[in-house]
Every structure is written in structure tokens, then in C-alpha cells.
């Protein structure tokens, strides 16, 4: 019954912007921080960004720090991650997860509860 669903990944040239959307179902978002996670071919799953629960406290690792912004509205059940200056090394499946309140060391995934499918994100030179 409790599900996360990401959507909004596509294929984008270099420079490019994507919105991805994290939505949950059968269980409302307001007491969960919520991680967004991506994971390329060959590669581990990497932590990327968090936001609190409550919305007033955000974490980026450096390397999407200053081009991808994560948001949310929890009346509509939804986390935002906005995608600009896209990179081909951001090329990946992304995944949104959940958590308690807080982001704590939110890079680690053992940290999430619940894990959404994944959306792909595919940036061309």
C-alpha cells in the first residue's frame, strides 16, 4: 500500500534541466525526511540530497551542490528535485527514499525505509 514513485526523468542534451518528482502513496510524506539517491551503470548507489521533513533543511553532496535543488510540498504528498546544468556523469537511475524526520548522514542508504522504482536520467554531450 505504501509506495514512493519517482517521475520526470528523461533524456537531456548537456546544460539541459529535468524535474524529477517523488510522490507517495498510502501514507502521507509530512513526518519523513526524504533522500534522492542515483546510481549509474557499474556504479554504487550514490547519495545525493535530502530534505527534512518539515522542509526547512536541505543537504547536497558537492558535487550536484549549486545545480539540482530539492523541494517539497507535503499538501501534495510530493518531493521535488530540480535538475539544471545537467553533466553526462549525472547520467543515472534515480531513486527517492524515505527516512525519520531528519537527513542525518544522508548519503548512506541503509539510513531509508521505503525506496521508490526509479526514473532514468540520460544527459548527451
Known amino acids: 500500500q505504501s509506495r514512493l514513485v519517482e517521475s520526470g526523468g528523461g533524456s537531456v542534451q548537456s546544460g539541459g534541466s529535468l524535474r524529477l518528482a517523488c510522490a507517495a502513496s498510502?501514507?502521507?510524506?509530512?513526518?519523513?525526511?526524504i533522500g534522492w539517491f542515483r546510481q549509474a551503470p557499474g556504479k554504487e548507489r550514490e547519495g545525493i540530497s535530502c530534505?527534512?521533513?518539515?522542509?526547512?533543511?536541505?543537504r547536497y553532496v558537492d558535487s550536484v551542490k549549486g545545480r539540482f535543488t530539492i523541494s517539497r510540498d507535503n499538501t501534495r504528498n510530493t518531493v521535488w528535485l530540480q535538475m539544471d546544468g545537467l553533466k553526462p556523469e549525472d547520467t543515472a537511475v534515480y531513486y527517492c527514499?524515505?527516512?525519520?524526520?531528519?537527513?542525518?548522514?544522508?548519503?548512506?542508504?541503509?539510513?531509508?525505509?521505503?525506496w521508490g522504482q526509479g526514473t532514468q536520467v540520460t544527459v548527451s554531450s
Open positions: 527514499a524515505s527516512r525519520n524526520q531528519y537527513c542525518g548522514e544522508f548519503v548512506y542508504a541503509d539510513e531509508y525505509d521505503l
Open positions: 498510502g501514507f502521507s510524506l509530512d513526518d519523513y525526511a
Open positions: 530534505i527534512t521533513s518539515s522542509g526547512r533543511s536541505t
